[in-house]
T-cell receptor, first 111, second 112 residues
Framework: SQQGEEDPQALSIQEGENATMNCSYK?????LQWYRQNSGRGLVHLIL?????REKHSGRLRVTLDTSKKSSSLLITASRAADTASYFC???????????FGTGTRLTIIP | SAVISQKPSRDICQRGTSLTIQCQVD?????MFWYRQQPGQSLTLIAT?????????ESGFVIDKFPISRPNLTFSTLTVSNMSPEDSSIYLC?????????FGQGTRLTVV
């Protein structure tokens, strides 16, 4: 299986704290993306980082990518109750739009 | 961006029956994807659907069990055939636009 691994599997933090999730993958990639899923619904795209980038920011999100270690991290700063969701990393398959998803991190923000 | 309407949003079905899930995209897309998400798990790709050709299935998924139609560039259906309780999952359709994928809201299927 090409599926990546994410850790932790579950994370609970107090509102206002920062949350960090990690993703490891197995093959060379073109880009890596992070998605959020609320309560088993559809996924929402958060951020994309290309293989030649090391860090990217979007609002309260910061993503890093280390292609030598085949790993990425997602940092959510100043967490809010609305950030409670499952977060998945996804890597692409060169030449097409097929995505392979990681195992996911279930994040709970405690008000 | 793209908006994907997926229906039904949920259904409870008897074993041995079939359910067809529909996805409508508000713009033309080359490829659409169907995923299965078993309870508490990640997404697993079932198949890739191109307009005008047969769908390409991933290992472990077969056309007889999950027939797919893709009649045009904005619409696709997935049928879950001869259902058993093991088919209880969330099924999601997706359309890619290279830099990001857009998802329907999912169909939560329970087979009893």
């Amino acid at each position: 299986s090409q599926q990546g691994e994410e850790d932790p599997q579950a994370l609970s933090i107090q509102e206002g704290e920062n949350a960090t999730m990690n993703c490891s993958y197995k093959t060379s990639i073109n880009n890596l993306q992070w998605y959020r899923q609320n309560s088993g619904r559809g996924l929402v795209h958060l951020i994309l980082i290309r293989s030649n980038e090391r860090e990217k920011h979007s609002g309260r999100l910061r993503v890093t990518l280390d292609t030598s270690k085949k790993s990425s991290s997602l940092l959510i700063t100043a967490s809010r109750a609305a950030d409670t969701a499952s977060y998945f990393c996804a890597t692409d398959d060169f030449g097409n739009e097929k995505l392979t998803f990681g195992t996911g991190t279930r994040l709970t923000i405690i008000p | 961006s793209a908006v994907i309407s997926q229906k039904p949003s949920r259904d409870i079905c008897q074993r041995g029956t079939s359910l067809t899930i529909q996805c409508q995209v508000d713009s033309q897309v080359t490829m659409m994807f169907w995923y299965r998400q078993q309870p508490g798990q990640s997404l697993t790709l079932i198949a890739t659907a191109n307009q005008g050709s047969e769908a390409t299935y991933e290992s472990g998924f077969v056309i007889d069990k999950f027939p797919i139609s893709r009649p045009n560039l904005t619409f696709s259906t997935l049928t879950v055939s001869n259902m058993s309780p093991e088919d209880s999952s969330i099924y999601l359709c997706s359309a890619g636009l290279y830099t990001e994928a857009f998802f329907g809201q999912g169909t939560r299927l329970t087979v009893v």
